[in-house]
């Protein structure tokens, strides 16, 4: 498949200034699809390179306005608006002051990038256009997973670097033989299942990707009756997303991939990624995905 966007990469800023990384950034506001909403503002990725630049790629309307924020509610100093008059200036960032919101000229798919450190922002048309990009970010969440509920745990996908609607994860699915003994004494016939959340660090009240109610090969944003996914028996699967033609494919990895004997994985040197699914070259005290060799696991370090 040929390549339709550029990855970006972001250089750590050579700067002195100190501030504490935030856990999250979102872009929000009418020139997202859904405006003022906390809940479903989009998700902008940590950059592996900064803890303190987020990245996003994806759609923009022209001629309405937008911000950022590090908060799921609407606090001053957590957001990062335009310090210029003219909302098209798009170049710095500041904390809090006067409500002033960023623009764009035409409506379209853009990279911006954001430094909290430096305070500034950059936004410019990316290379592809042929569909409106909206999430950067999927997780799976769902007591057949190693979060089971717990959003801020859940499993991330990685994007495609060279499609920017597939996302795919390899990891540890349960069904009902280990199902937790609450969820046993509870329901005997109920399955450990899971949906795809957009969002790990806001509530329920964000959007999830389920299943269709007569498909379950096909992904949908319609919540009712809150289908989920399970799996026929515990093993390790690769779950693969298209959110262009709303595809969804669970396959056993045991059926593609010969493992590692353990030996030779605990000599294979460890590759980590934080939850919004980036690479951390050199990962600091929280929560991380340890990739090593065919092995994934979540660690606190």
């Not at 949906?195 to 959007?207: C, L």
């Amino acid at each position: 498949m040929k390549k339709l966007f550029t990855s970006l990469f972001i250089c750590a800023a050579c700067a002195s200034v100190s501030v504490s990384a935030a856990d999250f950034m979102k872009i929000i506001g009418d020139a997202t699809p859904d405006g003022w909403n906390h809940d479903h503002a989009l998700l902008m990725n940590r950059s592996a390179e900064n803890e303190n630049v987020f990245v996003y790629t994806g759609y923009l309307k022209a001629d309405a306005e937008f911000k950022f924020t590090t908060s799921n509610d609407w606090i001053e100093d957590m957001e990062y608006r335009n310090p210029n008059e003219d909302p098209y200036q798009i170049d710095n960032l500041q904390a809090g002051g006067n409500d002033s919101k960023f623009k764009v000229r035409e409506s379209g798919n853009y990279n911006v990038v954001c430094d909290i450190a430096n305070l500034t922002v950059s936004i410019e048309k990316a290379e592809y256009q042929e569909n409106p990009i909206r999430y950067n970010s999927l997780y799976l969440i769902g007591d057949a997973t190693s979060a089971n509920w717990d959003l801020p745990l859940a499993v991330p996908m990685q994007q495609d670097a060279t499609d920017p609607f597939l996302f795919t994860v390899k990891t540890d699915l349960k069904s009902l033989e280990v199902a937790e003994p609450e969820i046993m004494a509870a329901d005997e016939t109920r399955y450990p299942s899971f949906k795809i959340a957009v969002n790990p660090h806001v509530g329920y009240g964000q959007y999830f990707f389920h299943p269709e109610a007569d498909n379950q090969e096909k992904l949908t944003l319609d919540g009712t009756d809150d289908r989920q996914w399970t799996v026929p028996s515990t093993d390790t699967y690769i779950v693969k997303a298209h959110l262009l033609d709303n595809s969804i494919s669970i396959a056993k990895a045991t059926a593609a991939t010969v493992a590692l004997p353990e030996a030779d994985l605990n000599e294979t040197a460890p590759v980590y990624y934080n939850l919004q699914g980036v690479r951390v070259a050199n990962p600091t005290n929280g929560l991380y995905i340890e990739v090593r060799g065919n092995r994934v696991t979540k660690i606190r370090l």
